[in-house]
Each structure stands twice: as structure tokens, then as C-alpha cells.
């Protein structure tokens, strides 16, 4: 974290990124199969977490939410509790459950929820995956809340299962991808893993419930995802892929809890880390898997030679997760920018990981850095408007999207997404006309 400027740290946000945890949790339970995740908090704060959901992968996302009772403060609310949790279950059957407490449930002296979940959990919910969590908004941001929320999965998932004798599946692996990458980047990460002939288990598998789907009805669980009874078979793979510093201590639960060996990628965006993601595929699978792949390289070094004039000596700003800045910059680092500024929400130990100037703040630092001139500014969807301000070609990215069709299925990762990546960013920044 040496690179951090701690000097610039502010007590008060000017202009909010709005990317809590309670955004990454419920994101990562999007990717379990018929799950739902249980909000304790005010009814005005769920409808507008819904609506930034919605806008962005341009799906409906299922919540529901326990509200405040004013009497709850007087008489215990534990009871009250029970029966909206065994209220959900009945009508909703869901296989996972998650109930979410937030910031405004430590504040009003409500945290016993997390104490009735694990009460009512033993007695009657103890086939399936219900647990209790809080993810408070004052801390962290949306990557620690998803990864938070993923390792309590498998932390459940070990419980139920057992620590027993295990059947190893030589030819499978768990696949942790990290918060930055979209749906269609998952998708595009297995598709690669399965053309090795090696079977992959996702934890969060966001690629076949947020990329979109026609399917009739409507439902308040997730449509998606990776089912309950597929994610307890996780324990018997033989390795695991995470992508992604924040997800790194999944990895390392299922080391330590089952002597599974892990491998981590920051990003599998870049030649280098594409190149190293597939040499560990051949080793793995000890095949030399397909040719497109050798195209697919060629294709990628060829984009590099054609755009290397348009990002030598340029400078950018950037407004993202801290595990998407860094697979970001290890990407055009490779095509010689020259310097990289970057603001991030909350203090992270990925921070170490970020080239350049990192400060902790929100988009009015950004801003700041503006001023002295910049090549690109690339942030959510919150950015676009002082981008405009200040007259910088502007790339939306990471979470939440407005106004962009495709965001949820842009592909980044491999030789090919790199490659759209690349053309995608030059053609931005080579525009005379910049807005």
C-alpha cells in the first residue's frame, strides 16, 4: 500500500461511486441457482438498490427485505424475525437464502437477526444453505461484500458437506472469479476451460443467469447460476482458479480446509496473463488444446502492433474495483502508457497491486486529477457527466452501467476479449471529436 496517498484521504464523500457491499452480495448470490438474498434495512434503500441492479444488467433481480418496525426498538424483535424468515421460505422455497444486514440494522441496535438465522437453521433449514451476514455500507465496497458473501457459501458448503474422505475428481476445477469480470466474461472463462476437456465448477456463475434470458413466468429466485447440490461437489475438484486478489481467501479456505491447491490470475486480461492462463491449461490437462487459440494469439499481437501508436505515452485516470484496476493496467501497461492515476471507495489490499498514484476518495477526486489534462477517463456509469465537464474521452466501466446496451456481456479476458479491449479503447481515444 505504499503507493497509496494517505494525504488525501476526506472525511466526507462529495460524490458518491455508490458501490457498497451490499451491491457485491447480492450479485454474487445471483450466481447460485434458485437463490435469494433477504435485505434487513429501510424500504427506500431496497427499492433504489433494485432499480441501479435492474438498470444495469437490464434484468429483474430478486430481493426481498425485512422492514424497520418501530416497535422492534421496544419489544424484541426476534420473534417478528422468525416469522418473515420462515415466511420467505414457505412461499419461496429457495435452495440458498442469504439475509443481508446493513449498516442501519447496527445503528438501530438490530443485530441479533444474524442469531436467529443460525437458531432457525439448525432446526428446520439444515437440508438446505441459510445463513446471516453483515455487510454494512460505511466500510468496504461491492468487490470485499461479493467476495465476503462467496466465502460464506463455501465456508456452508464445507460444514454441510463434511471434511470426510473425498472422492477427487482428477479432471475437475473450481473457477473464483472475482467481482470485476462480467457475466460474459465468466462464460468466455469456461468455454476456454471446457475446450481443454477439463469440467469447471463457477462460484459465483453469473453466465447463465445475468446475461440475459426469454424464459416465460416470473420468479423470485434466481433464474441462474450454479445449483446447490453441483456447488457442494466443489470439495472433490483437484484444483482451483481464482481471478482476482479479493477472491484470493476463497482460495485459500479450500487449501486449508481441504487441500485443494489454487492458482490465482489477477485478471486474464493482457498477453501475459492470457499466455500464463492457458500454459496452465495445457500443463493441467496435459493437452495442447485447440488451435484457435494460436490464431486467436496472432490476432491479439497484430492488434497490439495496430493500436501501440494511439496508447504510447498517454495518460489515464480511472475510477474502478481495485481488482479491476489492476487487471486493467497490467493490460495497458503492456502498450506503453505513461502513467496511471486511479481513485478506488475504500482501503483494499489489493492497493499494493495499482501502478501510479492510488487515492481512497470518490468521483470529486477524480475530478482533481483532471485538471492537470488527461488522455482517458474510464469509471461507471456516475463519471460520465464530469468527464464531460472536463472534455476527456470517456470509457464506462465496472459497476453500475447506464445508457450502454451489451455492458453485462462484454468480453475482456483471453486473446480475444483482450483484443476487442485494446480496439475498443483506441478507438475511443482517436477520436478527434471526443463527445
Known amino acids: 500500500m505504499e503507493n497509496v496517498d494517505e494525504t488525501l484521504y476526506q472525511p466526507l464523500a462529495n460524490n458518491l461511486m ?34 441501479v441492479l435492474s438498470r444495469h444488467y437490464r434484468e429483474p433481480i430478486p430481493i426481498e427485505h425485512i422492514p424497520k418496525q418501530a416497535e422492534n426498538q421496544i419489544i424484541d424483535g426476534g420473534e417478528r424475525y422468525r416469522e418473515i424468515v420462515q415466511m420467505v421460505m414457505s412461499k419461496h422455497s429457495p435452495d440458498v437464502m442469504v439475509v443481508i444486514e446493513t449498516s442501519l440494522s447496527e445503528v438501530m441496535g438490530e443485530t441479533q437477526l444474524i442469531d436467529v438465522v443460525g437458531d432457525y437453521y439448525k432446526k428446520i433449514f439444515s437440508n438446505r444453505l441459510l445463513l446471516g451476514m453483515h455487510l454494512p455500507d460505511d466500510e468496504g465496497s461491492l468487490e470485499s461484500g461479493y467476495a465476503r458473501t462467496a466465502h460464506a457459501v463455501m465456508m456452508k458448503i464445507i460444514e454441510m458437506t463434511g471434511k470426510g474422505k473425498r472422492k477427487l475428481r482428477r479432471n475437475r476445477i473450481n473457477l473464483l472469479p472475482g467481482s470485476h469480470l462480467t457475466p460474459g466474461d465468466v462464460m468466455e472463462l469456461k468455454e476456454i476451460i471446457a475446450s481443454f476437456g477439463i469440467e469447471v465448477i463457477v462460484l459465483p456463475d453469473l453466465s447463465s ?29 483437484a484444483y482451483t482458479i481464482v481471478i482476482g486478489k479479493s477472491m484470493e481467501f476463497c482460495g485459500r479456505l479450500l487449501y486449508e480446509e481441504m487441500k485443494i491447491p489454487y492458482i490465482m490470475f489477477n485478471g486474464v486480461t493482457g498477453l501475459q496473463e492470457s499466455d500464463e492462463f492457458i500454459l496452465f491449461l495445457r500443463q493441467f490437462s496435459q493437452s495442447e488444446g485447440h488451435m484457435k ?96 465537464k472536463h472534455n476527456i474521452p470517456y470509457i464506462p466501466l465496472g459497476f453500475p452501467v447506464f445508457n450502454r446496451f451489451g455492458s453485462p456481456i462484454n468480453v475482456s479476458v483471453g486473446y480475444r476479449g483482450t483484443a476487442n479491449r485494446l480496439n475498443h479503447f483506441g478507438n475511443v481515444m482517436n477520436k478527434t471529436d471526443v463527445f
Not at 21 to 34: D, E, H, N, S
Not at 225 to 237: A, F, R, W
Not at 348 to 367: F, M, N, Y
Request: net charge neutral.
Open 18 to 51: 455508490h458501490s457498497s457491499q451490499v451491491y457485491g452480495g447480492i450479485i454474487a448470490l445471483q450466481g447460485i441457482y434458485r437463490s435469494i438474498p433477504v435485505l434487513h434495512g429501510a424500504q427506500g434503500c431496497i427499492g433504489a438498490i433494485k432499480t
Open 209 to 237: 443467469s445475468l446475461t440475459g434470458h426469454l424464459m416465460t413466468g416470473y420468479t423470485t429466485l434466481s433464474r441462474g447460476g450454479v445449483p446447490l447440490d453441483y456447488l457442494k461437489e466443489m470439495i472433490n475438484s
Open 293 to 388: 487459440y494460436r490464431w486467436e494469439r496472432q490476432l491479439l499481437l497484430d492488434c497490439m502492433l495496430d493500436t501501440r501508436s494511439v496508447f504510447r505515452g498517454k495518460t489515464m485516470i480511472a475510477s474502478l474495483e481495485p481488482d479491476h484496476l489492476v487487471s486493467l493496467y497490467q493490460c495497458l501497461s503492456e502498450m506503453g502508457m505513461k502513467s496511471f492515476q486511479s481513485v478506488i471507495s475504500a482501503p483494499s489490499q489489493t492497493e499494493a497491486c495499482i501502478p501510479g498514484v492510488v487515492r481512497v476518495g470518490d468521483l470529486h477526486d477524480l475530478e482533481k486529477m483532471a485538471v492537470m489534462g488527461n488522455d482517458l477517463w474510464v469509471s461507471n456509469g456516475y463519471g460520465e457527466a464530469a468527464a464531460r
